[in-house]
């Protein structure tokens, strides 16, 4: 193959991963959210605060004193954050797990 032939077949390889670059950057900005939403599945951006939370209430609510004492030294930060999921301070408390994830699954759903 002589060195034109060469430059030729590197020149349509340039092309084609131009071409096939912006198919994928093009695919690469779609989201995923609705598919997560439409499958009831929480993506982990929000699933790791919810676990957070629900385990900060656990050991809240736990008959261990030593660990009543820990989860009421991080209280505000765990306020904090049950406030950017739009929980109400009393409600992360005193609600069931059920409702606390339903919280999460409606602020979920705002977003898509």
């Known amino acids: 193959m002589s060195r034109r032939e060469s430059d030729e077949v590197d020149g349509e390889n340039r092309e084609l991963t131009t071409h096939r670059r912006r198919n994928i950057s093009y695919y690469w900005h779609e989201s995923v959210k609705p598919l997560q939403y439409y499958c009831s599945c929480l993506p982990v951006s929000i699933l790791l605060p919810m676990k957070k939370l629900l ?35 009393h409600d992360a408390v005193r609600s069931s797990v059920a409702r606390i994830k339903d919280s999460f699954r409606f602020y979920f759903s705002e977003l898509v």
């Open 55 to 89: 385990f900060w209430k656990k050991m809240l609510c736990s008959g261990n004193l030593i660990l009543c004492r820990l989860a009421k030294c991080c209280d505000a930060s765990m306020f904090a954050l049950a406030a950017k999921y739009h929980i109400e301070p």
